[in-house]
């Protein structure tokens, strides 16, 4: 069996969260506070029996953040195990976390292996039976609250329950077992308590015979674990000792006889004995004072001697030489043998690794996770990471994803549904081909951009990936990069094979998709009829994917990303250097730069002829060194940026912007006034004057123009299965 899935309820950062978990190696990654750190405890809390949390050690910091008043709401810890093996049923806890009747309703909410049994067991922190039930009489929502203000931690009970069968992530399923707390109204524990869905209660130490969790910190002192009298070495020879020949135990006990004879004897040591026998006479005189040797006695059992061992690296005297890192993954491997010779009585082993990369070398990540991947079916591993190295080598149908939004934390896993998609909408019937296989082989060099991002952007080439983030930051005074925004070179138009992992059931962070529409314009001898039927028919098809999506849009070029930035007047002189720096004839030059700044039919000709002829990736490379702050970002590109940073720009970033944007300008009397207004913030509030007292003397400029398209995006509202998304 292994452990599938966790709901967290109301713990710290995690209001309503469930992780999903694979057998063997998982990963849990997210930025700073995103709740990574809080899960693992929650799952420590639950499962593991050597991490100590009852009743006194309940606080009010525990309870959701989001929950505002934590009176008479509940903390609930749930694990859900599937795959019970017919060997494992016949084990008593085991067989007593199994349901005895399936609810169907319960199943309907989770993706479940088939050919299987599951248990689970689930932690209630609730209040105490009396205090509920005083809260579930209360008449008036006045009464109500009175009863709830007095309501103290004391008050509250930890129940262990095995066989509970409810997803208690969700909000109505909550307010069917707790009651609507905010509105004054609390269920009656003698109706509502039902052990179907509640579960009956269990013995939680009995289970932890049989679950074995082990906690390796990311600054885990190992040496001294080592040194501990329960370390791992002591318990792997307690079980192993059994096996030991009598000849080797009497061998051993003989050699430590003869130790302790041969200490004892020696004449330093003996003589620290005459010594106290002579101060105790001279304390208390001869006929009370009792006459004592001192003796060496080393206990000759192998559970005593083995606190004495440990492990040693060959010509070397001390494990105090080895660096942290070698340390910690000494612990591992000691840690996975204990787990190997212990398989006969433990159900399942869980080791739960925090930041690994914390003192490991990049290379050692990688082939860790490896082969970790490939430990023991009784052994599973979960592990949190900020490494972008360890996400690389993971599969996504084993990484949960954390992202925060204002102390509240969700889960995503941008493997959910990913394959029913690709079926329905992308025809890929194969079995051994799916969409989410052929996204993990794409994704081997692309994976941590799209997992640690705060928003994505999809490009279709070479240009848009070298130019962009560099016009970005040279006209913004920010880079992409900074604002979390990851940036994609999908290589094809295939966009719709990575935006699908941007979805209210996968990944719910903005996705925006930057497109050419290759449309024709009159009297331009280079446009190409062909791309722009390609370009109407990929319109077609990714408003069909995506129209109802609020997480993707979708972005085009009237033309080409060359063709519109050339466009924009502002643009030409960069790429009027970039024509003098390629060629040579002085008239190929001068006619290039009379066609750049001619019609738009002759400019398109030209910027075409001139990208093609450099190579469109080398173009965008001696283009994006030219720019400066002066450039131009067409309004696509804008409005592309715009959207899957709306979520992420602030005051703090709008400043520094405008402090660039500004930095442009010729020194003029209003300017000096803004450079004085500059110098002069002090607070959140003269912060924001000064930002909007530069917007409205210079609209047109590129950083007034972004911030209104934040606004635009902000203020749209999309529709989204038959719900409203105000964002």
Not at 265 to 287: D, F, H, P, R
Not at 618 to 639: C, E, Q, R
């Amino acid at each position: 069996m292994y452990l599938k899935y966790m709901q967290i309820v109301n713990y710290k950062n995690l209001k309503s969260a469930r992780f999903k978990f694979d057998k063997k190696a998982n990963t849990i990654i997210g930025e700073n506070d995103s709740g990574k750190s809080n899960a693992m405890t929650a799952i420590r809390i639950l499962l593991d029996g050597s991490y100590y949390y009852s009743e006194k050690m309940l606080k009010e910091s525990d309870f959701a953040e989001s929950l505002g008043d934590w009176k008479g709401h509940w903390i609930i810890l749930s694990a859900y195990f599937d795959e019970i093996s017919p060997d494992e049923r016949t084990n008593e806890i085991c067989s007593d976390m199994i349901p005895r009747e399936e609810n169907e309703d319960f199943l309907k909410s989770y993706i479940r292996c088939e050919g299987g049994n599951y248990g689970t067991v689930t932690l209630f922190i609730r209040p105490q039976k009396s205090k509920r039930k005083a809260l579930s009489k209360a008449e008036t929502k006045k009464d109500f609250d009175e009863i709830r203000r007095k309501l103290t931690l004391l008050d509250y009970e930890f129940v262990y329950t095995s066989r509970s069968q409810m997803d208690f992530t969700d909000e109505e399923n909550y307010k069917k077992i707790v009651g609507n707390i905010k509105d004054g109204k609390a269920t009656n524990p003698d109706i509502h308590d039902d052990d179907k869905i509640l579960g009956g209660k269990v013995n939680i130490t009995e289970v932890y015979k049989y679950i074995s969790v082990v906690f390796i910190d990311a600054l885990r002192d190992a040496e001294t674990e080592l040194r501990k009298p329960r370390n791992p070495i002591r318990r792997i020879v307690d079980k192993l000792q059994a096996d030991i020949s009598n000849e080797n135990v009497n061998s051993i006990k003989t050699k430590i006889k003869e130790l302790n004879n041969t200490i004892s004897a020696v004449e330093q040591i003996s003589s620290i004995g005459a010594k106290v026998n002579s101060k105790l006479n001279e304390m208390i005189g001869l006929v009370y004072s009792p006459d004592v040797i001192l003796t060496s006695q080393i206990k000759d059992d192998l559970s005593s001697l083995s606190r004495h061992l440990t492990v040693l690296p060959k010509n070397q005297n001390g494990i105090e030489l080895l660096g942290l890192g070698h340390l910690n993954m000494l612990y591992v491997a000691l840690k996975l043998v204990e787990f190997e010779v212990n398989e006969s009585q433990v159900l399942i082993n869980i080791m739960i690794i925090e930041e690994p990369e914390a003192h490991i070398h990049t290379h050692i990540q990688k082939t860790l996770f490896d082969n970790l991947q490939v430990t023991k079916e009784y052994t599973q591993v979960l592990m949190t990471t900020h490494s972008t190295h360890l996400s690389e080598v993971a599969e996504i149908t084993k990484i949960n994803i954390l992202k925060n939004n204002e102390n509240l934390s969700i889960v995503m896993r941008a493997s959910d549904g990913l394959d029913k998609f690709g079926k329905d909408n992308l025809d890929l019937d194969s079995e051994t081909l799916t969409l989410t296989k052929r996204l993990e082989r794409f994704l081997d060099a692309k994976r941590t951009v799209l997992l640690f991002s705060k928003g994505a952007i999809l490009v279709e080439g070479d240009g848009e990936e070298i130019l962009l983030p560099n016009l970005f930051k040279k006209t913004m005074g920010v880079s992409l990069d900074e604002l979390g925004i990851g940036l994609i070179n999908v290589g094809s138009v295939a966009f719709q094979n990575i935006a699908c992992i941007f979805d209210e059931t996968r990944l719910q962070r903005y996705c925006a998709i930057i497109t050419d529409s290759d449309q024709i314009l009159v009297g331009a001898e280079k446009c190409s009829s062909g791309a722009a039927l390609r370009g109407e028919s990929r319109k077609i098809k990714l408003t069909e994917l995506f129209d109802e999506n609020p997480y993707v849009e979708t972005f085009y070029a009237d033309y080409t990303l060359e063709v519109d930035f050339a466009n924009l007047e502002k643009n030409r002189c960069f790429i009027e250097d970039v024509i003098a720096d390629h060629y040579k004839c002085e008239s190929t030059i001068n006619q290039h730069k009379a066609n750049l700044n001619a019609s738009e039919t002759d400019r398109y000709d030209a910027v075409v002829t001139v990208a093609n002829t450099i190579g469109k990736g080398w173009y965008s490379t001696v283009l994006s060194t030219l720019i400066d702050a002066s450039a131009d970002i067409p309004n696509y590109i804008l409005k592309a940026i715009s959207f899957v940073c709306k979520d992420v720009i602030n005051s703090s970033i709008k400043l520094k912007m405008v402090h660039h944007s500004l930095d442009a300008y010729r020194t003029t009397e209003k300017t000096s006034e803004l450079f004085k207004q500059y110098r002069n913030i002090k607070t959140e509030s003269t912060r924001d004057e000064f930002i909007k007292d530069f917007c409205n003397e210079f609209p047109d400029d590129i950083v007034t123009r972004f911030f209104n398209e934040i606004e635009k995006c902000a203020m749209t509202k999309f529709w989204f299965e038959g719900k409203e998304y105000d964002f």
